[in-house]
T-cell receptor, first 110, second 115 residues
């Protein structure tokens, strides 16, 4: 059972454009993390959000946790080729195992 | 502070053989989780160890096993390898417990190819 649904699964845009990736669930999570993974490497943690409605910014990346702590979004402004990668969201509930979405494969074309 | 270390990085095995992968977590982290990642299935949870005990387990056959040592280092073993076991195996460590302590930090992975 896939508890976290990410959309879109694939996204290819031109450099300089903006984009938003979504991570949705019917379950409540105590925390939600976003990771970026490059080919052949392990996922790298970008951010953790824990409070409903929380917004965090990391340079051109803006992460938001839904008010009900069931969904999250990642918005990238003025995308650059270096943003290319697989973006994964993962929900946590204390000591229970993290639940991962299936990922969004993002390609930024120069 | 050293990150999560996985060895080896690459491995080629023959069908029917067995393999052992190793993971050294971040110092102070007591939880180690293992994942299998394939292009078609995404990140699939194998199991989690905390203080030398398996705390969570995914839906994989008994050929996949693991253990954790007193220093939190972990190993996973796959016996009777099949072609479909070819994948990137990722290890993640975390402090575990509490709202903020579910952050997982991943190693670079072991790329296993079964021929």
């Amino acid at each position: 059972t896939q508890l976290l649904e990410q959309s879109p699964q694939f996204l290819s845009i031109q450099e300089g454009e903006n984009l938003t990736v979504y991570c949705n669930s019917s379950s409540v999570f105590s925390s939600l993390q976003w990771y970026r993974q490059e080919p052949g490497e392990g996922p790298v943690l970008l951010v953790t959000v824990v409070t409903g409605g929380e917004v965090k910014k990391l340079k051109r990346l803006t992460f938001q946790f839904g008010d009900a702590r069931k969904d999250s979004s990642l918005h990238i402004t003025a995308a650059q080729p270096g943003d290319t990668g697989l973006y994964l969201c993962a929900g946590g509930r204390g000591a229970q195992k993290l639940v991962f979405g299936q990922g969004t494969r993002l390609t930024i074309n120069p | 502070k050293a990150g999560v270390t996985q060895t080896p990085r690459y491995l080629i095995k023959t069908r029917g053989q067995q393999v052992t992968l190793s993971c050294s977590p971040i110092s102070g982290h007591r939880s180690v989780s293992w994942y299998q990642q394939t292009p078609g299935q995404g990140l699939q949870f194998l199991f989690e160890y905390f203080s030398e005990t398996q705390r969570n387990k995914g839906n994989f056959p008994g050929r996949f096993s693991g253990r954790q040592f007193s220093n939190s280092r972990s190993e996973m073993n796959v016996s009777t390898l099949e072609l479909g076991d070819s994948a990137l195996y990722l290890c993640a460590s975390s402090l575990s417990g509490g709202r903020m302590n579910t952050e997982a930090f991943f190693g670079q992975g072991t790329r296993l190819t079964v021929v």
